[in-house]
């Protein structure tokens, strides 16, 4: 019952908070600001209907930005489900500045395999494991993608989801710029590929894509649900030392108890 | 005018919460759902990327050797045969030596090689607080590598870096766990903007009370038909 | 000769090709490459047909339970007819474009998904008020350190108390990415080991659930 008023009470009063942004948020938006207009960029992902909430709003921001700065965009998918999520209802959703799909960006489908197979297959070998975009019509009809056989002929990999395998397949053989976004929870996990240099930017889950979207301009689900997020972290945190607080005055309790028999 | 979509959306939803409360006849409908519609698109997807992939070039002229290919695929059926199950390992073992490969060659400079560069950090810097925090960090790197490294062992001093590594693991595992609240919270605060939308709200109010209606009900009534 | 075929065969193939990517990998000419890359796209339409894998063994077991009209059997029945429904629409006109695929997928599937991760989130906070206690040291340093950095993932920290947001990342950056680095060696480790271990043969997990022979 908390957790319904901590999350609907912002949705219908909105706080504002003002949203800090974070190291590793302002290093993947100048990545991308320093690079020229019309770079090809890829952006990899396993966004599915499951991980939306979490890893499509840093997508969104991303590809937004993106968008903006009229980079070339070849989306992939590392899941079945990436392809038809993004066209349902991520690039719907995004202002695309009169950029033409076959042109400007192009959704190639999904590789199946595990991650890094599927990864490395698109890095190394993508004319042999990609013969058709997601609507069906040949590559080499498709002017973006021109020239392009490997990642080397990329200027940036964006990888939604886990950092471990883009690291290994994309950043490692390549040395190309990889910015990633991934899971809340996963975040802290990668801080140390950040620090190596291995990353040029990290986006974690809802609260990145809030930093993201402040700093892009515009209002997405990030920024929308950062108040909910604000007041359920708090009411976590409120939980956890009153569960201790009353943890400590019953066992200090029951040894007074003791020490008085 | 009902809105047969929302109307959908919002009962799948709802069927799915009723499982925070007890297991119940929506939820099971609601799994049984998921899963038939889970291996259905996944299925449909895999049909796409064997017709896209190997199809188009065998039937093109492009690449007649896929053939192999999708024999060696189709071979992955025998395993529901216990007489030619052995057959379905061959195409295992061609997908376990390509993942294994992949993720070998370059898990050495990946992980651990530039890891352990990173780890080098300079001891003394003009920041006091950035050399306290570089010294800190080579010396819980130590003890963690030498806690995972070491499990058991004598002397006292062994016993001390062994444990500053694991109060290094557990000031980590916090830090995960705080990562781990943000993603759950994420995932409700997600469902539930989509829920609270003005589109849904009322088919999330009217849909809710006729769900709750119903359980109260089944709770009230199955228990007199139970045998004593 | 048949136990050569079923368990030896497929232990120098898995050992072969992993040996193979490794080695065009550092040795980089091109006729590796080639090799590789048709290599790799085998693998990738082998792991197509994999996918398919858990429609069969669905309809196997619900067909078995629906036969033998175990409890709860009508709702595998509907898991068999809602399956079928969205491979039947999926594979009418081009693959996967079907409206009633697109509708059972953007409007059911989709949000089935999200919900079913999304009850997690009930799950921590019950957790975060009886299970979450402070019993000895090391459950101190856990609790101490998610607390702070839960309030530094939130905006709201920062709002409460300035500290906070810059004692959570210290936690973040300082011991958290020393005992993550020491977790992601350990990692790499495991991988290389896992994966000298295939190479030699010695790893045969993969062939266990499908002949059941040595």
């Known amino acids: ?261 | 005018m009902i809105d047969f979509t929302i109307l959908t959306t919002v009962f799948l939803t709802l069927c799915v919460y009723t499982f925070v409360y007890k297991e119940s006849a929506f939820w099971r409908f609601a799994e049984q759902t998921f899963i038939g519609l889970a291996l259905g698109y996944t299925f449909v997807m895999a049909i796409q990327q064997i017709q896209t992939v190997a199809w188009v070039p065998i039937s093109t002229g492009k690449n007649v050797l896929f053939i192999g290919a999708m024999l060696l695929g189709f071979s992955l059926y025998t395993r529901f045969s216990k007489k030619h199950a052995w057959i379905s390992r061959w195409p295992m073992a061609i997908l376990i030596g390509i993942g294994t490969g992949v993720a070998m060659r370059t898990v050495v400079e990946s992980q651990i090689v530039a890891q352990i560069a990173a780890t080098f950090l300079p001891l003394v810097t003009p920041d006091p607080m950035k050399t306290f925090n570089n010294i800190a960090i080579i010396i819980m790197v130590a003890c963690t590598l030498f806690f995972f490294t070491f499990t058991r062992g004598k002397g006292k001093t062994s016993g001390n870096v062994r444990k500053l590594g694991r109060y290094t693991l557990m000031l980590t595992f916090g830090a995960a766990f705080g990562g781990t609240v943000l993603t759950r919270m994420t995932l409700y605060i997600g469902r539930f903007t989509y829920l609270w939308a003005p589109a849904q709200r009322y088919y999330l109010l009217g849909v809710g009370a006729l769900m709750l209606v119903v359980l109260a009900f089944y709770e009230k009534i199955t228990p007199l038909f139970q045998k004593k | 000769m048949s136990t050569f075929y079923r368990s030896q065969v497929p232990l120098i193939i898995a050992s072969l090709l992993a040996a193979f990517m490794i080695v065009e990998f550092f040795l980089d000419w091109a006729v590796l490459r080639t090799i590789s890359s048709d290599i790799q796209s085998w693998g990738v339409v082998i792991s197509a047909f994999a996918l398919g894998l858990g429609v069969v063994t669905l309809t196997r077991n619900n067909v078995g339970i629906i036969r033998r009209r175990e409890k709860n059997w009508p709702y595998y029945l509907w898991c068999l007819i809602i399956m079928f429904t969205m491979i039947g629409s999926g594979l009418i006109g081009p693959l996967g474009k079907h409206p009633v695929f697109l509708w059972l997928y953007n409007n059911a599937f989709i949000h089935l998904s999200s919900t079913m991760y999304s009850i997690l989130a009930f799950f921590i906070t019950t957790a975060a008020v009886r299970a979450f206690r402070a019993r000895n040291i090391d459950a101190a340093l856990v609790l101490v350190s998610g607390v702070f950095v839960i309030m530094t993932l939130a905006p709201i920290g920062a709002t409460i108390w300035s500290g906070i947001p810059l004692i959570g990342q210290w936690f973040l950056d300082v011991p958290n990415m020393a005992g993550m680095r020491g977790i992601i060696i350990g990692i790499g480790l495991g991988v290389l080991t896992l994966g000298i271990r295939t190479i030699l043969g010695y790893e045969r997990a993969h062939l266990a659930g499908s002949g059941g022979e040595k």
């Open chain 1, 1 to 261: 019952m908390l957790l319904i008023i901590a999350v609907s009470w912002p949705l219908l009063f909105p706080i504002g908070l003002p949203v800090p942004v974070s190291k590793s948020t302002r290093m993947a938006f100048d990545t991308i600001e320093k690079l020229p207009s019309g770079s090809l960029v890829a952006v990899s992902s396993v966004l599915s209907g499951g991980n939306w909430p979490d890893l499509g709003p840093p997508e969104m921001a991303l590809v937004q930005h993106l968008f903006k700065k009229k980079m070339k965009i070849v989306f992939i998918g590392c899941v079945d489900e990436t392809p038809t999520i993004r066209e349902s209802t991520l690039l719907p959703r995004i202002n695309k500045y009169d950029a033409q799909i076959g042109v400007d960006y192009v959704n190639l489908g999904f590789i199946a395999g595990a991650p890094d197979v599927a990864e490395a297959a698109f890095a190394t070998s993508l004319r042999k494991v990609l013969t058709v975009d997601f609507r069906g019509k040949p590559l080499d009809e498709l002017p973006i993608m021109k020239g392009v056989n490997t990642l080397a002929d990329f200027k940036l990999v964006i990888h939604i989801g886990m950092a471990e395998d883009p690291v290994r397949q994309y950043y490692t053989p390549f040395k190309i710029p990889l910015i990633v976004g991934v899971y809340g929870m996963m975040g802290p996990h990668y801080i140390p590929y950040l620090e190596a240099g291995q990353l040029s930017g990290m986006i974690v889950g809802l609260r990145g894509a809030a930093e993201y979207e402040y700093l892009v301009g515009f209002v997405g689900e990030g920024l929308m649900g950062s108040d909910a997020l604000s007041i359920t972290h708090l009411l976590v945190a409120i939980c956890i030392i009153a569960g201790n607080l009353a943890f400590l005055y019953t066992t200090r309790g029951g040894a007074k108890k003791e020490g008085t028999k």
